[in-house]
């Protein structure tokens, strides 16, 4: 991902990154769609950051590195992001910072009652204004 952030750095343009990852070969892997696929995926993450922070990720050491790239997941990806500060942040606070296959499962089947809720609340909207008519 460094490797990435430095290029954006020098170029500027995500467009290009994303190009060099697949034509340039910057993640150096053997088949064109791995590099293509990769690229896009680190890419995504690494534009939830400032080009601030982009410029602290290139130096940061490898401990901070690390650190900034799972801040980059858990602002990319919600569900992630909701289980760290939902589950695994108030397990660490309440003194058990073990998370079981449990705790996942419970986590996992709220958020699903809470999809479908939603999306049967939107489903009925449109038959509602549709039959007052």
Not at 17 to 24: I, K, L, M, P, W
Not at 112 to 127: E, F, K, M, V
Request: glycine letters at 6%; proline letters at 2%; one cysteine or more.
């Amino acid at each position: 991902m460094r490797l990435l952030a430095s290029e954006y750095i020098r170029v500027g343009e995500w467009s290009i990154v994303q190009r060099e990852c697949g034509t340039g070969n910057l993640l150096t892997f053997r088949t064109l769609g791995t590099r293509r696929k990769l690229g896009a995926v680190l890419i995504s993450r690494l534009k939830e950051f400032s080009p601030g922070k982009l410029s602290y990720f290139t130096g940061a050491d490898t401990e901070e590195g690390r650190f900034l790239c799972w801040v980059a997941v858990c602002r990319r990806y919600a569900f992630i992001r909701d289980f760290m500060a939902e589950v695994v942040r108030e397990r660490y606070l309440s003194g058990m910072p073990e998370v079981t296959y449990s705790d996942y499962a419970s986590f996992f089947s709220d958020k699903a009652q809470y999809r479908i809720t939603s999306l049967w609340a939107i489903i009925q909207n449109p038959r509602k204004s549709v039959h007052a008519s």
